[in-house]
């Protein structure tokens, strides 16, 4: 039998769609577009960022997770980490693993041991990719596929040292322009059978076996631009979704998916939506 201190350290992640248990935010107190390393901070970095409404969007998002019975862990937000919001670029859960890489950017370097000092703190395992650049936002989970972004975040010799740990997983790299940022602000899986996807800028054989394995749900350059493929599913085809992208939310609902829109305006002017603002510790297997 195990134990109430033994459920509380479990982590399991095999899809991006199963039921969420439990997750990983960061409160944006410090969030701020210092330098800019994205193209959407590259369009807000006069106008700024306003720290009290981008604070009180995040609360409404993380009160509604909570109604949603998704177990919120709230790492503590520190002063020298303006992007640390996004916690799902930090680490990633595969099966049973939590694995934290280092990031990329200058500007971000520091918030995995920021993590790591929380999952000591509470007695989580998890796996130190030393050396490694691989971040979350580049990795997408359906079950024994695991498509990785190829970007100026995630490089190669880290996507074949992951492939080497994880044979019984059929690992695919994905190349993408870095202006993107991230693999999920193009590509996103929603559901055992559908995804969302910003066609016309992966390569030719990637797109097709994408559009192969999933119904494509096509998302415009202007959505892609206001984050339409980064929703963050939470199970049971509901899935959170900002409220200007309404062509992807009109298709989602269409395909019988429950659309849960919440404001989060000042957060995406740094670069990430949902998916990006959630690092998933825990969701039932598919």
Same mark, same amino acid.
Request: glycine letters at 6%; a negative charge.
């Given at each position: 039998?195990?134990?109430?201190?033994?459920?509380?350290?479990?982590?399991?992640?095999?899809?991006?769609?199963?039921?969420?248990?439990?997750?990983?935010?960061?409160?944006?107190?410090?969030?701020?577009?210092?330098?800019?390393?994205?193209?959407?901070?590259?369009?807000?970095?006069?106008?700024?960022?306003?720290?009290?409404?981008?604070?009180?969007?995040?609360?409404?998002?993380?009160?509604?997770?909570?109604?949603?019975?998704?177990?919120?862990?709230?790492?503590?937000?520190?002063?020298?980490?303006?992007?640390?919001?996004?916690?799902?670029?930090?680490?990633?859960?595969?099966?049973?693993?939590?694995?934290?890489?280092?990031?990329?950017?200058?500007?971000?370097?520091?918030?995995?041991?920021?993590?790591?000092?929380?999952?000591?703190?509470?007695?989580?395992?998890?796996?130190?990719?030393?050396?490694?650049?691989?971040?979350?936002?580049?990795?997408?989970?359906?079950?024994?596929?695991?498509?990785?972004?190829?970007?100026?975040?995630?490089? /190669?010799?880290?996507?074949?040292? +992951?492939?080497?740990?994880?044979?019984?997983?059929?690992? !695919?790299? #994905? &190349?993408?322009?870095? $202006?993107?940022?991230?693999?999920?602000?193009?590509?996103?899986?929603?559901?055992?059978?559908?995804?969302?996807?910003?066609?016309?800028?992966?390569?030719?054989?990637?797109?097709?076996?994408?559009?192969?394995?999933?119904?494509?749900?096509?998302?415009?350059?202007?959505?892609?631009?206001?984050?339409?493929?980064?929703?963050?599913?939470?199970?049971?085809?509901?899935?959170?979704?900002?409220?200007?992208? /309404?062509?992807?939310?009109?298709? +989602?609902?269409?395909?019988?998916?429950?659309?849960?829109? !919440?404001? #989060? &305006?000042?957060?995406? $002017?740094?670069?990430?939506?949902?998916?990006?603002?959630?690092?998933?510790?825990?969701?039932?297997?598919?």
């Amino acid at each position: 039998m195990t134990s109430e201190m033994d459920q509380s350290k479990l982590t399991y992640c095999d899809t991006e769609y199963g039921e969420l248990k439990k997750v990983v935010l960061c409160e944006p107190r410090h969030i701020a577009i210092r330098d800019v390393i994205n193209e959407t901070q590259k369009k807000y970095k006069k106008e700024g960022i306003n720290i009290d409404l981008a604070i009180k969007q995040h609360q409404l998002f993380s009160e509604s997770l909570f109604a949603q019975g998704v177990e919120v862990i709230h790492v503590p937000p520190l002063e020298n980490y303006p992007e640390q919001v996004f916690t799902r670029d930090i680490g990633f859960t595969l099966g049973q693993t939590i694995y934290v890489a280092e990031m990329a950017q200058k500007i971000r370097k520091g918030e995995e041991e920021s993590l790591k000092t929380w999952l000591k703190m509470t007695e989580t395992s998890y796996y130190n990719l030393l050396g490694d650049k691989i971040e979350g936002g580049d990795v997408i989970v359906d079950g024994m596929n695991i498509f990785i972004g190829v970007s100026d975040r995630t490089d /190669k010799k880290a996507i074949e040292h +992951l492939q080497s740990l994880l044979p019984q997983y059929e690992i !695919i790299p #994905i &190349s993408f322009p870095h $202006k993107y940022l991230h693999l999920d602000c193009i590509f996103n899986i929603v559901s055992p059978t559908e995804a969302l996807l910003f066609p016309g800028v992966i390569g030719e054989h990637e797109e097709e076996l994408l559009t192969s394995r999933y119904e494509c749900i096509h998302v415009s350059e202007e959505e892609q631009f206001t984050l339409g493929t980064n929703v963050f599913s939470i199970g049971n085809k509901k899935v959170y979704s900002l409220p200007v992208n /309404k062509g992807v939310n009109g298709q +989602l609902r269409e395909r019988g998916f429950e659309v849960i829109e !919440i404001e #989060i &305006s000042e957060i995406i $002017k740094s670069g990430g939506s949902f998916r990006c603002c959630t690092m998933p510790l825990l969701r039932e297997k598919a």
